[in-house]
Every structure is written in C-alpha cells, then in structure tokens.
C-alpha cells in the first residue's frame, strides 16, 4: 500500500485512495491532526461522481512519487487526485494553497447574499465556516450580483438559488437515491441554476435529503423556515420503526417542541444514512421517537456552545413523553480556551 505525507504526517493508504480521503484517514486516527483535512463544499462520499466543482479542496503536490519526485507545477483537487507511494502534499503548510483557497472563497462569495442573521443554515453552514477561516473582511467585487426569487419545488422544500454556489450534490442526491430526478441545472455559465421545469414538482420519499447534503442555505426545510436558531435547541439521537429507511434520526428539540429532523451527520458534516421523507417531514410529535440521548456535536460548531454532555443521571425534559428513556443530566459544556 502508498505511503504519503501530508504536511508533514505520513499515513499509508490502499491503493486508488484520494489525497482527502488520506488527509480524513489522518484526521480519524488522531482528532488533534484534523487540520490537514482540505474543506471541501462539492465532495460527498457516499454519492458517486461528487466532488471536482467547486475547488475548496486545493492541495500542493510538493513530491509526486518516488518514482517521479517531481512536483506538481500547480495546485490539484485532493478530493480527484489519487496518491502515489512517497507522495508529499501541503496543505496549510502551503502559504500559495492559503492565497489560492482565498481566492476561490471569494469567489464563492461573489453572488452570495449577507443575509446569515435569517437564514436557516446559519450555525451548520460549510461556507460559512471556510469565509470565516479564508475569507476577506469586504468584496472586491463591484459589478450587479445575480439574484432570484425564492420558490417552492415542493411542498416541503423552498429553494434559494441566490445562495446557491452550484456544487451539485442535491443533482446527485436526486440521480443516486430517489426514484426519478426533476431538477438539475438549467442554463450555462453565469446564468447557469438548479430549477425544476415545473414548480412543486419534486415529490419522491426522499427528496428531503436534498436538504442534508446543500452545504449552503439554497435547499431550506418549509417546515422548520424561521422556527429557531440551531444553536438555542437540543440536537438528541433518535430512531423508530420506518419501513422506508433506518429511522435513525437527530430530532432537534426546543423544550418538548419536536421543531425538525434530519439525518445523522459525521464528523465531516456528511450524513450516515439517508432518511426519509415520513420521518423527516410528518413525525414531529416527541411521542412518535425513542430517544437515544444527546448528539455528539463536534467543538469547532458555534452549536456545541449551548450544547450538553452526559454527566449525572437524570430526565431530559421535566415532563418526559412515555418513551423517552433515563438518561444522563443535561449541563452546558464548558467553552474551550
């Protein structure tokens, strides 16, 4: 098997792995070496053809093998570049990789609204976690922004397209795991958008994954729209008996308030097992889960501020539903220095 080293830690990988899925090898071996791990926007593992859009995910190729040591002149996709044995990547040891990944960030920025303090995703929003870590204080960009209006392409989900920054995931999300695509991107280039032919037109049981993959507040839940900030309300493990999917589910709480649904997510922000539409959408009584306990969110997450740990037995709520089980006291955690 390869061995590469990637900012200086080496790591030694089946044959055909990607430089990303090494870095993440790396960052699952030791939580303390998550650094190395390129952002990414338009990758997502468990969909086939993902990645290569949106160019978050820039390395630099200082050795290209042992055979062949030399570099590679210009920065590579991680998430399509597979490793070679005696590879050597940089990634935030690369002051050019930083400058370039500012630059695609900006991009990205360039017909993306402010508009953070009412929308939905703000909190769990990949894009904004990567302006925040590379972006610029102001835009350079001083020419008309694209803008359209938000519309429904189904009862469940509102489409923002102005957020949109095209990484393609919701297209395959529809392609993979549902039961006939009706959307895509229509038109080319600076025109180029994700629509739907006719409106309220995506119905399948699994469209509301769509949802869990947008790494931006394009693709909204209709049924959670302004209901609360994710940071004020208790993610908890949930699962029932579906005959459609697993059941395993975060029901993210507000006193006894069932106010969404979604599925889990690693810690790379991508989701264990689609869910779907049933759990997702209509079961939003406490009633109607078993709660497992609270969801392991991840420190660097402005949600694990209000979140909590397990540490002393006692009831979730004061007023527990018949099936929520005994489970360790609720505090806050304490902010990390």
């Known amino acids: 098997m390869p061995k590469v080293t990637i900012d200086n830690i080496e790591i030694e990988v089946p044959e055909g792995t990607t430089i990303l899925q090494a870095a993440r090898m790396i960052g699952e071996r030791n939580s303390a070496e998550r650094y190395v791990v390129p952002p990414t926007m ?3 593992s468990s969909l086939e053809g993902s990645g290569g859009y949106c160019r978050t995910c820039l390395v630099k190729v200082a050795k290209g093998s042992e055979k062949d040591p030399r570099p590679i002149p210009k920065p590579v996709a991680s998430c399509r570049t597979a490793v070679q044995e005696g590879m050597v990547v ?3 040891l690369s002051p050019e990789v930083l400058d370039v990944r500012s630059g695609v960030t900006e991009y990205l920025l360039i017909n993306h609204p402010l508009d953070c303090p009412i929308c939905d995703q703000a909190g769990e929003c990949h894009l904004q976690d990567l302006s925040y870590e590379h972006g610029l204080a102001t835009s350079r960009y001083q020419f008309e922004r694209r803008t359209f209006d938000p ?9 923002h397209m102005t957020r949109c920054i095209l990484c393609y995931r919701c297209v395959k999300v529809a392609e993979q795991i549902t039961d006939g695509r009706v959307h895509g991107v229509i038109n080319r280039g ?10 309220q037109a995506i119905e399948n049981d699994f469209s509301g994954n769509m949802i869990d993959v947008c790494p931006v507040g394009a693709l909204t839940d209709r049924t959670f729209r302004f209901s609360a900030r994710v940071w004020i309300t208790k993610p908890m493990d949930a699962h029932r008996d579906c005959a459609q999917c697993s059941g395993k589910t975060v029901v993210w709480l507000k006193g006894q308030d069932v106010l969404r649904v979604t599925g ?13 539409n049933e759990c997702r959408f209509v079961k939003k009584q406490l009633s109607d889960w078993i709660i497992e306990g609270p969801r392991n969110i991840d420190r660097h997450s402005v949600i694990s501020q209000g979140h909590y740990v397990l540490e002393t037995k006692q009831k979730v709520l004061d007023h527990p539903a018949p099936n929520v089980p005994e489970l360790a006291q609720l505090k ?5 220095t």
């Open 332 to 336: 806050p955690a304490k902010k990390s």
């Open 151 to 159: 519309i429904d392409i189904g009862e469940t989900i509102k489409l």
């Open 42 to 44: 338009c990758y997502y």
């Open 90 to 92: 940089e990634n935030t």
């Open 190 to 199: 600076d025109v180029a958008e994700i629509s739907t032919y006719i409106e």
């Open 264 to 276: 889990r997510k690693d810690q790379w922000g991508e989701v264990e097992e689609f869910i779907c």
